[in-house]
């Protein structure tokens, strides 16, 4: 009986001593998943927060760029046709600074060539420099008032009216002093208020001054 209970008693110590292996081998692997899923979760941590930093920094280039192209749209909104500034209101400028001098025939400005004009002339382009500019920015149908108020048709109404000014004066200084623009559903129009020197032929001592409001409406090829 005594080797029976030997086996027994060593039966039983070696439950004792396996069974705090099994629970120290339990609480290791316990210990390296809680790290491993640790380590996971700061990963992921990581690298949410990565993106999340991207998608700021796009959302900041994004600010940018839509500030940039509002900035832009605002320029061109002050640069639209509606505006002083805008393509038609500078048209009517250079048309102003084409025609300032008049349009002298050819016959007349052979004439007057060699003579003094009664106001100096920082640069007068020829009659068909002005008449191929007036070719190219107004429209082929452009409706004209004649000298007897009619409407005409055609930018030849207004080369002929410029050639009976000069015709009539032996000089003509238009100076462009203010300029609207009226925009309406309807019309898209430009006035303009130029004050006119002028020397008569008849007289070629008398000068005179007056105050010229002429309004253009949207019928240049802008």
């Not at 999340?52 to 046709?81: G, K, P, S």
């Not at 107004?138 to 930018?155: K, N, Q, T």
């Not at 009226?182 to 430009?190: G, P, Q, S, W």
């Amino acid at each position: 009986m005594a080797p029976n209970n030997s086996n027994s008693e060593d039966s039983a110590r070696l439950l004792m001593t396996s069974a705090p292996a099994k629970k120290q081998k339990k609480s290791g692997n316990v210990r390296a998943l809680s790290t491993e899923r640790s380590r996971q979760c700061r990963e992921r941590q990581r690298l949410y927060s990565e993106n999340l930093e991207a998608v700021v920094r796009a959302l900041r280039t994004e600010v940018c760029d839509l500030e940039i192209l509002r900035n832009l749209r605002r320029e061109q909104n002050l640069q639209l046709r509606g505006s002083v500034s805008g393509s038609l209101a500078k048209i009517v400028r250079e048309y102003m600074t084409v025609f300032r001098h008049g349009m002298p025939a050819p016959a007349v400005e052979a004439a007057t060539a060699g003579k003094k004009r009664a106001f100096a002339t920082a640069y007068q382009p020829t009659p068909d420099a002005q008449r191929e500019f007036l070719t190219c920015i107004m429209d082929p149908f452009v409706e004209v008032f004649d000298w007897c108020g009619r409407f005409v048709l055609g930018a030849s109404t207004l080369l002929n009216g410029w050639t009976a000014w000069a015709a009539w004066h032996d000089s003509l200084d238009f100076e462009l002093v203010d300029i609207d623009v009226v925009d309406t559903e309807d019309t898209l129009a430009v006035t303009t208020k130029a004050i006119c020197g002028c020397a008569s032929r008849r007289r070629p001592s008398t000068t005179c001054s007056r105050t010229l409001q002429t309004t253009s409406t949207c019928a240049t090829r802008c």
